[in-house]
């Protein structure tokens, strides 16, 4: 059983379209993610959801747009897609508060923009 | 051998042999720190963790030491296999909303 499963795993798509990656856990976390893996293997965060509330929420372009419609998932959508949002986005869990929780990370969604 | 996680750099060990991968991470705030092994083509996989209030940790042939006074985080490999191939992340926890902010990896290559 896969604990934090994303979908599509490989996108290609044109400049200028929207597309939207899907993520779900089934460990009974209350707080999803989303990051951002560059060409350099970098992560970065981009969002955090907690309860289906936004609660981090780093510099990232309008255009992606998270959505919560239960603790179990977090899906992000990209409008108007550009050459460098090509990436890996990796969809993670976690239960929230206290010290050492750790998160648990999907195997990734690789977005290439042509 | 040791190796900076900076920057991806590589690290190439002959198997049988100890690892060490070091880490220096930035918010001197920071309560819990994880390391994470990354396999080509799939997520970040946790290895171990270690708190704050600790200076080292021991799992199943992997050690993390803490050294709070520089800020300085490493990870030992025992016994180094071929499986242990992979990029290999620091990470801290602080602030607000759990986050965990990663250091920039670096990659272990096991020679047979």
């Known amino acids: 059983d896969t604990a934090v499963s994303q979908t599509p795993k490989y996108l290609v798509t044109q400049m200028g379209n929207d597309k939207s990656i899907k993520c779900e856990q089934n460990l009974g976390h209350d707080t999803m993610y989303w990051y951002k893996q560059d060409s350099k293997k970098f992560l970065k965060i981009m969002f955090s959801?907690?309860?289906?509330?936004?609660?981090i929420n780093e510099t990232v372009p309008n255009r992606f747009s998270p959505k919560s419609p239960d603790k179990a998932h977090l899906n992000l959508h990209i409008n108007s897609l550009e050459l460098g949002d090509s990436a890996v986005y990796f969809c993670a869990s976690s239960q929230y508060g206290g010290n050492g929780n750790t998160i648990y990370f999907g195997e990734g969604s690789w977005l290439t923009v042509v | 051998g040791e190796s900076v996680g900076l920057h991806l750099p590589t690290l190439s060990v002959q198997e049988g042999d100890n690892s060490i991968i070091n880490c220096a991470y930035s918010n001197s705030a920071s309560d819990y720190f994880i390391w994470y092994k990354q396999e080509s083509g799939k997520g970040p996989q946790f290895i171990i963790d270690i708190r704050s209030n600790m200076d080292k940790r021991q799992g199943q042939r992997v050690t993390v030491l803490l050294n709070k006074t520089v800020k300085h985080l490493s990870l030992q490999i025992a016994a180094t296999q071929p499986g242990d191939s992979a990029v290999y992340f620091c990470?801290?926890?602080?602030?607000?909303?759990?986050?965990?902010?990663f250091g920039g990896g670096t990659r272990l290559m096991v020679k047979p």
């Open positions: 990470a801290e926890k602080s602030g607000a909303g759990n986050m965990l902010t």
């Open positions: 959801y907690n309860n289906k509330e936004l609660i």
